[in-house]
């Protein structure tokens, strides 16, 4: 007989753990990297952890949701693209199969995910990708040159790049592109 309630009781331990297990996804990386900035890539590839308090837990599922904003994204409206659910254990190098992104371009991100228990998560918190510049023609760059006639022949001082300008409006965001050719100012 006490063998008989040592099991049950095991058994009910063990399924209240399994009820109050939690899953999460987290570490969500874009072209593995977290939040990037200038992502070149026309199809970003999409990455995740998942978390179980549940021992032998697998994803069986995942759903994927972007916005241009994050407040469209939390509220999930005007949805730039989403997966629906697919049946699917990847959580690496999904590809991002929304329409065609434009330079500069923010997206916003989560993703939800269902357990081979059944069990579905919250939404992720939201993480981003920014575009890069993703055509010639989006260039709007001058250089930045130091304004002495050089001399060969001389050690010159390193040049001290600067170049003044007025705004009309408050700044909103910037941005500062440097390449292997020099500084661009955009």
Do not use: C
């Amino acid at each position: 007989m006490k063998f008989r309630n040592v099991v049950l009781i095991s058994f009910l331990l063990m399924a209240t753990v399994a009820l109050r297990a939690e899953l999460t996804v987290t570490s969500l990386k874009t072209d593995y990297k977290t939040d990037p900035l200038g992502i070149d890539n026309p199809q970003p590839k999409l990455s995740w952890v998942i978390q179980s308090d549940q021992m032998n837990t697998m994803q069986d599922s995942y759903e994927i949701r972007s916005a241009l904003s994050l407040k469209d994204l939390r509220r999930g409206n005007n949805l730039l693209w989403t997966t629906g659910q697919v049946s699917s254990s990847q959580s690496i190098h999904v590809k991002y199969g929304g329409p065609p992104l434009s330079s500069f371009q923010r997206v916003y991100w989560q993703i939800r995910i269902r357990d081979n228990h059944g069990k579905k998560s919250d939404w992720s918190e939201p993480a981003f990708w920014e575009m890069g510049i993703m055509k010639d023609t989006d260039w709007e760059a001058d250089w930045i040159s130091h304004t002495w006639k050089e001399d060969e022949k001389k050690s010159m001082p390193s040049p001290y790049l600067r170049k003044k300008f007025r705004l009309d409006k408050p700044v909103v965001s910037a941005r500062l592109y440097i390449s292997s050719h020099g500084l661009y100012q955009v």
